[in-house]
Nanobody, 115 residues
């Protein structure tokens, strides 16, 4: 059974940092492209950052320079380090694993940026 367990969300003030983690079980982690998505209030789910199996990283324009995605193939984890958080970053963040048409999602973790 495939499991993606998200953790690390919470409430922070603007300008602060937060790190999200995703622990993956039940699949060959190194064969999957990993990514973080988010869905803000009243918005569609959007791609935040990706780290594919060829070690290529990509970021959305809105987080470029502030967020860093990393993966550990031995520990089967993917991490999103978020700096200089803004109110607009408030959303539920989801870990995603994809291989071709096969996709798995974590349960989501809430990040709220508010003063």
């Amino acid at each position: 059974q495939v499991q993606l367990e998200n953790s690390g969300g919470g409430l922070v003030q603007p300008g602060e940092s937060l790190t999200l983690s995703c622990a993956v079980r039940g699949l060959i982690f190194r064969d999957y492209d990993m990514a973080w998505y988010r869905q803000g209030p009243g918005k569609e789910r959007e791609l935040v950052a990706s780290y594919n199996r060829f070690h290529r990283r990509n970021y959305s324009d809105s987080v470029l320079g502030r967020f860093t995605i990393s993966r550990d193939n031995d520990q089967k984890t993917v991490t999103l380090k978020m700096n200089s958080l803004q109110r607009e970053d408030t959303a539920v963040y989801y870990c995603n694993a994809q291989r071709g048409r096969i996709r798995y999602w974590g349960q989501g973790t809430q990040v709220t940026v508010s003063s």
